[in-house]
């Protein structure tokens, strides 16, 4: 998306309603692990907590349940716990969660530009 469009989108928004649901997403989603934790649950309808373990190996254990709580209270994701022992717990996005994917989309494009961009610098 060019620059102009860009700016055409921000701008149709009243500024102090853009400024102020920007720092509500970011307050949401702030935090060193949320992100990564999405990102891992856009890959597949759910994941259970230890799948979530190993594909975040620098987590500890108490902060992937903290952040799993916190998106959890957002309705960002889903918490399933099945009765079995031991005991079986799947995490999921739910339809707010899965409404960030052209966020994350968005990201990845952004992250392809910079390290293009950084190629060609050097």
Known sequence: MPDSDMKTIYNARPRSR??????????ILEGRWKMMILAWLFEGPVMRFSDLQRAIPDISQKM???QLRALEQEKII???VHAQVP???EYGLTDTGKALGPVFIALLDWADLRRAAKASDA
């Open 78 to 80: 889903f918490r399933t």
């Open 18 to 27: 853009s400024a102020a649901d920007m720092q509500c997403a970011i307050r």
């Open 87 to 89: 005991p079986k717990v």
């Open 64 to 66: 992937l349940i903290q």
